[in-house]
Antibody
Framework: EVRLLESGGGLIQPGGSLRLSCAASGFTFSSYAMSWVRQAPGKGLEWVSV????????HYADSVKGRFTISRDNSKNTLNLQLNSLRVEDTAVYYC??????????????WGQGVLVTVSS | SYVLTQPPSVSVAPGKTATITCGGS??????FQWYQQRPGQAPMLVIYYDTARPSGIPERFSGSKSGNTATLTISRVEAADEADYYC????????????FGGGTKLTVL
């Protein structure tokens, strides 16, 4: 059974930093691209970032480019998201999601339960 | 950036057919995915590559694409189908963004 378990969320002041992690199990983590998707309270889904299997290719939504950094550790089956210069509008549940391919980003076939990040003073 | 447009809400009586649309421009080379999100839960894939169903998804769920509109059809709607539904594509030839529609709230009357 595929499992994706996010951690690292919490309450942080504007301008602060936070590191989210996603522990993967039940599949060969090193064979699949991974994404982060977020959902602000009462709003729709917003894709944040994607990383290929080796980490050689990463892409970001314009709203987080230059502030967030995605990375992965295939030896530990872990996906990370470093959030810097946080803004109130970054408040959201952040989901870790698995793509169905190593380097194509068409499909997100498995999702974690999400972790809440609240940016507030 | 690429935009996908969904109706905010759709209502249907139990046992009837629900149709949720997703509009955009230049569908060439784009494959559509659909996700169901029940209240308080994570999204779940229900249709991929326009028409394919993951294992475990009932045959009542089907997808199609024509012109500049992709459609999710749910036949014989049940109370458990009440959820938010999102369409999604990947901009493979552009800036590589993964794009979601705004979501449609399906209400079962």
């Amino acid at each position: 059974e595929v499992r994706l378990l996010e951690s690292g969320g919490g309450l942080i002041q504007p301008g602060g930093s936070l590191r989210l992690s996603c522990a993967a199990s039940g599949f060969t983590f090193s064979s699949y691209a991974m994404s982060w998707v977020r959902q602000a309270p009462g709003k729709g889904l917003e894709w944040v970032s994607v990383i290929t299997v080796s980490g050689s290719r990463t892409h970001y939504a314009d709203s987080v480019k230059g502030r967030f950094t995605i990375s992965r550790d295939n030896s530990k089956n872990t996906l990370n998201l470093q959030l810097n210069s946080l803004r109130v509008e970054d408040t959201a549940v952040y989901y870790c999601a698995k793509h169905d391919s190593s380097s194509y980003f068409y499909v997100l076939d498995q999702w974690g339960q999400g972790v809440l990040v609240t940016v507030s003073s | 950036s690429y935009v996908l447009t969904q109706p905010p809400s759709v209502s249907v009586a139990p046992g009837k057919t629900a149709t949720i649309t997703c509009g955009g421009s230049d569908f060439r080379g784009k494959s559509f995915q659909w996700y169901q999100q029940r209240p308080g839960q994570a999204p779940m894939l229900v249709i991929y590559y326009d028409t394919a169903r993951p294992s475990g998804i009932p045959e009542r769920f089907s997808g199609s694409k024509s012109g500049n509109t992709a459609t999710l059809t749910i036949s014989r709607v049940e109370a458990a189908d009440e959820a938010d539904y999102y369409c999604q594509v990947w901009e493979s030839s552009g800036n590589q963004d993964v794009v979601f529609g705004g979501g449609t709230k399906l209400t079962v009357l």
